[in-house]
């Protein structure tokens, strides 16, 4: 008889009950990661726009923008 069919039915429960918990595990905390992630880099993002905003440094402004894919139209005054 193979080591498979030996085990008790409780032992495989007991298995079974840990993979899929570890499973629905995985899928509750893989979105909760990824949107911390975004929300960091979103911060990374709103804090160097706002300290070229703050300093007038158009050049690194027009930059960081470009890197984000946002399209700046010149105005002129």
């Keep these: ?18 993979m899929v ?3 629905s595990l995985g899928f ?7 949107a ?3 929300r960091q880099d979103n911060t990374k993002f709103i804090k160097q726009l706002a300290e070229a905003t703050t300093e007038k440094r158009e050049e ?4 960081i923008c470009e ?3 946002i399209k700046i139209e010149q105005r002129q005054t």
């Design 36 to 38: 911390l992630r975004t």
């Design 28 to 34: 509750i905390l893989l979105p909760l990661f990824l």
């Design 60 to 63: 690194e402004l027009t930059r």
């Design 67 to 69: 890197e984000a894919g």
């Design 1 to 18: 008889m193979s080591p498979a069919l030996s085990l008790s039915p409780n032992v495989f429960a007991r298995g079974l009950f840990i």
């Design 21 to 23: 918990g570890a499973l």
